[in-house]
Nanobody
Framework: QVQLVESGGGLVQPGGSLRLSCAAS????????MGWYRRAPGKQRELVAT???????NYADSVKGRFAISRDNAKNTVDLQMNSLKPEDTAVYYC??????????????WGQGTQVTVSS
């Protein structure tokens, strides 16, 4: 079983910055992609950014140039640096990871979510 724990959410003013972190733990053999998704009130969950083990990244158009995703493969962590935040970035942010367990079974796990609120 693989668990993901997020941290770093909170309240920030428009134009401000926040950094989200996510740590994966458990019976991990390897992790392929890690990423961040978000769900705003009344909307479906959407992709924010993903990163592969080799460091290739993918971003939603709405966050390109403002957000940066990074990971530490040795620590099984993934971070999301969010700059120039806008009220429309307000959402619950979820960490995601997929890979293989030590029993060589594929997994796809989600964190519990962390609230990000952008408001003056």
């Amino acid at each position: 079983q693989v668990q993901l724990v997020e941290s770093g959410g909170g309240l920030v003013q428009p134009g401000g910055s926040l950094r989200l972190s996510c740590a994966a733990s458990g019976s991990i053999f390897s992790i392929n992609a890690m990423g961040w998704y978000r769900r705003a009130p009344g909307k479906q969950r959407e992709l924010v950014a993903t990163i592969t083990g080799g460091g290739s990244t993918n971003y939603a158009d709405s966050v390109k140039g403002r957000f940066a995703i990074s990971r530490d493969n040795a620590k099984n962590t993934v971070d999301l640096q969010m700059n120039s935040l806008k009220p429309e970035d307000t959402a619950v942010y979820y960490c995601n990871a997929d890979g293989v367990t030590t029993q060589f079974i594929g997994f796809g796990s989600w964190g519990q979510g962390t609230q990000v609120t952008v408001s003056s």
